[in-house]
């Protein structure tokens, strides 16, 4: 098997996406722990932590920011697929292409504008309202990640070109294990 296989591809960046949600998992768990000791503190001392809210907010975005790969690379993003499900085939993969092409888009965008975004709060040294922390490393980080969310994407929307050219694509990880394909038929 070619290092360049649909299945290869595949299964290249749905390890790569699940390695970045790693950091999203981290970051989830330092909210829990970030949560959980506030609760503590209000129950046993009556004192929050001062400043867990400039912690969640920035905190958050990075938990999200790292699912996201994962969600594309996995084509669990919402998708219609009632049409190409109808004509099957070709028809189907083309479907799917044109709409990994607009997540593509969307994406790209997106990581441009957050990139804008991150850019002016590092020129403004914008920090957080309770502890006075830089707010634009964060957004850097998160801007980072939507960024490999793009990467993930184009290597999505190649597996979908490989496929279409080749009449046949990885049946979706929702429904079978990462290793499966399905075949297309020419005709559609």
């Known amino acids: 098997m070619s290092v360049w296989s649909l299945d290869a591809l595949d299964a290249a960046t749905i390890r790569f996406a699940r390695l970045v949600a790693v950091i999203g998992l981290i970051a989830l ?5 970030i949560i ?13 932590i001062e400043g867990v809210r400039d912690w969640v907010k920035l905190v958050v975005a990075v938990a999200v920011g790292g699912c996201l790969p994962a969600v594309l690379a996995l ?5 219609i697929r009632y049409v190409g499900g109808a004509f099957g085939g070709r028809v189907y993969i083309v ?5 990994a092409l607009f997540v593509l888009t969307a994406f790209g965008v997106l990581a441009w504008l957050l990139q804008i975004y991150t850019l002016e709060l590092r020129i403004d040294r914008e920090t957080t309202e309770n502890i006075g922390m830089l707010i634009w490393p964060w957004w850097q980080g998160v801007t980072t990640l939507f960024y490999l969310s793009v990467l993930v994407q184009i290597l999505v929307v190649a597996g979908l070109v490989v496929g279409l050219v080749r009449g046949r694509l990885p049946i979706p990880h929702t429904q079978a294990p990462d290793d499966q394909t399905s075949e297309i038929s020419p005709g559609g």
């Open 29 to 33: 768990l330092v909210l829990s722990a």
């Open 36 to 48: 959980l000791a506030n609760a503590f503190m209000r129950w046993i001392f009556s004192q929050p």
């Open 75 to 79: 084509r669990q993003n919402v998708a």
């Open 95 to 99: 479907l799917e292409l044109f709409g």
